[in-house]
């Protein structure tokens, strides 16, 4: 587990093996919460990982996250490009909006 120090809107960069990069920045600070500003590519699912959990257990797939070390983060972005609508109709289904609603 990497564990970085950033200030308010310092950027961290995840590069995909596509070449494609996720951005992630804190743009608020309070005593137990930061905001988190996340910009990524279209086909990169972005879940809290309780949303993801329930989306993973209606699927039949394994829910297991965790940021201890030595548990890796599990299904943190899609395998198989084929599987993304599917997902994105998921998370619009569990979040109880369709897909593009505020």
Same mark, same amino acid.
Request: hydrophobic share 40%; glycine share 6%.
């Given at each position: 587990?990497?564990?970085?120090?950033?200030?308010?809107?310092?950027?961290?960069?995840?590069?995909?093996?596509? !070449?494609?990069?996720?951005?992630?920045?804190?743009?608020?600070?309070? $005593?137990? =919460?930061?905001? *988190?500003?996340?910009? #990524?590519? &279209?086909?990169?699912?972005?879940?809290?990982?309780?949303?993801?959990?329930?989306?993973?257990?209606?699927? !039949?797939?394994?829910?297991?996250?965790?940021?201890?070390?030595?548990? $890796?983060? =599990?299904?943190? *972005?899609?395998?198989? #490009?084929? &599987?993304?609508?599917?997902?994105?109709?998921?998370?619009?289904?569990?979040?109880?909006?369709?897909?593009?609603?505020?």
């Amino acid at each position: 587990m990497l564990i970085l120090t950033r200030e308010r809107h310092e950027i961290l960069i995840l590069t995909l093996p596509n !070449g494609d990069q996720i951005g992630i920045a804190p743009v608020e600070f309070r $005593p137990e =919460k930061v905001k *988190l500003a996340i910009q #990524a590519p &279209d086909y990169v699912s972005v879940n809290r990982a309780e949303v993801q959990s329930i989306i993973d257990r209606e699927s !039949g797939a394994p829910a297991e996250y965790s940021m201890e070390p030595g548990k $890796p983060l =599990k299904r943190l *972005l899609p395998v198989v #490009a084929g &599987d993304l609508e599917q997902q994105r109709q998921k998370r619009a289904a569990v979040l109880g909006r369709k897909e593009g609603e505020a």
